[in-house]
């Protein structure tokens, strides 16, 4: 059992920044490909970005490439999501998940943390 909590979401303006953090507990980070979902309201749940268990490999949405950073710190059991020039698009419930299998990050199996609100002011 894997328990994720975000957090770092909050209200920023357009252009702005900000850094969302998930920290896991229950088990050891590193063997778990970890990923960053939204959902705002009325969408489906996007992908956001996603990063292996080594760090080595990252990938990212369309929507959110050149702009979002994604890492993380196996020893404090923790990764991040750097957010820059971000835009009233990126208005949503940011979730942080977990799966020990890369083609099934997002679906069965998956642990999901309770979600982080960002909200970007145009």
């Known amino acids: 059992q894997v328990q994720l909590v975000e957090s770092g979401g909050g209200l920023v303006q357009a252009g702005g920044a900000l850094r969302l953090s998930c920290t896991a507990s229950g088990r050891t980070l590193s063997s778990y490909v970890m990923g960053w979902f939204r959902q705002a309201p009325g969408n489906e749940r996007e992908f956001v970005a996603r990063?292996?268990?080594?760090?080595?490999?990252?990938a990212y949405g369309d929507s959110v490439k050149g702009r979002f950073t994604m890492s993380r710190d196996n020893a404090k059991n923790t990764v991040y999501l750097q957010m820059n020039s971000l835009k009233p698009e990126d208005t949503a419930l940011y979730y942080c998940?977990?799966?020990?299998?890369?083609?099934?990050?997002?679906?069965?199996?998956?642990?999901w943390g309770q979600g982080t609100q960002v909200t970007v002011s145009s």
């Open positions: 990063i292996t268990g080594s760090g080595s490999s990252t």
């Open positions: 998940a977990a799966n020990q299998y890369l083609s099934k990050l997002g679906s069965a199996g998956t642990y």
